[in-house]
């Protein structure tokens, strides 16, 4: 197992929920997928536990330094894309030396405007497309917020639901959202009752297929609200499944 490597200085009980969230996704992608990563640790951690996969492709909007240890390694190939294939697709980096150094005049990246690279019909050409995208709330209904807290701006929108409308178009495509299921060292639940007063929806609930946590994998596409909720609750953390389950029973999402 390749050892775990952030910069951000992470507690042992965040470490450990990163390596089960890794192991979570790491089992929906299968050898030969097409992978888009969103910002933020979660994705840029995945991609440090994919080295027993073969012939993998890129298509994303961004990415960063942990791409490169699996195009050297030949991990990362692009053999299997059906859309530019053998090239790593992408709009920016954000990146240390490194990864500047390493894409310098070399053919193997090609970057293209946001219009083409996010466009959902363009990122549904690639054949099992699995976009990985994280979240800052998502409600128990499956609503997922993860652009603002509340109405403070945390970030843009970025390209998350271009790609997770994208990969659900493509044959055998995977749209993940997933993070870790608490905030503030482990104070706050990031699966809530309902988003925050103003809290924008990036990711309708109509679109959301995974969301993982390191509790486990809900696949909520096409359920009814009843399974969508028992789905979110047992994948929250335990310290709050039974306010989460209160809460669906006083307005009868569940009975």
């Known amino acids: 197992m390749p050892e775990f490597r952030h910069s951000k200085n992470i507690t042992k009980e965040e470490k450990s929920a990163y390596e089960k969230i890794r192991r979570n996704i790491a089992g929906l992608i299968d050898n030969g997928a097409t992978l888009q990563m969103g910002i933020g640790i979660l994705p840029d951690v995945v991609l440090q536990f994919l080295t027993n996969k073969?012939?993998?492709?890129?298509?994303?909007?961004?990415?960063?330094?942990?791409?490169?240890?699996?195009?050297?390694?030949?991990?990362i190939n692009g053999e299997k894309k059906t859309l530019l294939p053998r090239k790593v697709v992408s709009s920016f980096i954000l990146g240390t030396k490194k990864v500047f150094d390493y894409l310098n005049d070399n053919p193997v990246f090609e970057f293209r405007p946001t219009k083409f690279v996010n466009d959902p019909f363009t990122i549904s050409r690639n054949d099992n497309m699995v976009s990985i995208n994280s979240a800052l709330e998502v409600d128990i209904t499956g609503q997922v917020c993860a652009d603002s807290i509340g109405t403070n701006n945390y970030s843009g929108i970025g390209g998350q639901l271009d790609f997770i409308r994208g990969s659900a178009k493509s044959k055998n495509g995977k749209p993940i959202i997933?993070?870790?299921s608490t905030a503030k060292v482990g104070t706050v639940s990031k699966i809530v009752p309902f988003l925050k007063q103003g809290a924008g929806v990036t990711t309708t609930r109509a679109d959301v297929h995974y969301i993982i946590t390191e509790y486990g994998i809900a696949s909520?596409?096409?359920?009814?609200?009843?399974?969508?909720?028992?789905?979110?609750?047992?994948?929250?953390?335990?310290?709050f499944r039974g306010k989460l389950e209160k809460y669906a029973f006083e307005?009868?999402?569940?009975?």
Request: glycine content about 6%; overall charge positive.
């Open 251 to 255: 307005v009868k999402y569940i009975k």
């Open 220 to 239: 909520l596409y096409g359920k009814s609200i009843r399974k969508r909720v028992r789905s979110l609750i047992a994948i929250a953390h335990p310290d």
């Open 178 to 180: 997933a993070f870790t």
């Open 54 to 75: 073969r012939d993998l492709g890129v298509h994303t909007e961004m990415f960063s330094d942990n791409l490169i240890d699996l195009i050297k390694s030949g991990i």
